[in-house]
């Protein structure tokens, strides 16, 4: 057993409430934690699928008064969450208006069946069927 264990991926959002919203309505996550830090002007919310004990979770940070869309960059490639049934997921999420730039299908070199999508502040989101 390792003495280190995954906690969470942090990225940094524009819209708080839009991204809390993508990632609790559209994906099934909860709002785990929220708080505001006034010295630093930012917030910080975990979501997730459970408990931080026990599971890896999203920290969302949103940085007061940022009007700009943040860079991606080009070192940050994705989250991952899987899913059972991948084809019937991304049909629900594409009607309630969820980007999926990559449809589900094999991968090219073959392997799971899998999908993009984006989140409001254009993270990719891979879908891993399951």
């Not at 949103?62 to 899987?82: M, T, V």
């Not at 009607?95 to 799971?112: E, F, L, S, T, W």
């Not at 069946?113 to 989140?119: G, L, Q």
């Amino acid at each position: 057993m390792s003495e280190f264990s995954m906690l969470h991926t942090m990225i940094r959002v524009k819209n708080l409430d839009k991204s809390i919203r993508f990632y609790c309505d559209n994906l099934g996550m909860k709002l785990l934690r929220k708080k505001d830090f006034p010295s630093g002007e930012f917030t910080l919310a975990f979501v997730g699928y459970g408990d931080e004990d026990n599971n890896t979770v999203i920290e969302l940070t949103h940085n007061w008064g940022r009007e700009e869309p943040y860079d991606l960059g080009n070192g940050f490639g994705h989250i991952a969450l899987g899913v059972k049934d991948i084809y019937g997921v991304c049909e629900k999420l594409e009607a309630q208006g969820v980007d999926v730039p990559r449809k589900p299908g094999p991968m090219k070199h073959g392997g799971a069946v899998i999908a993009f999508i984006k989140d409001p502040d254009g993270y990719m989101i891979e879908l891993i069927e399951r």
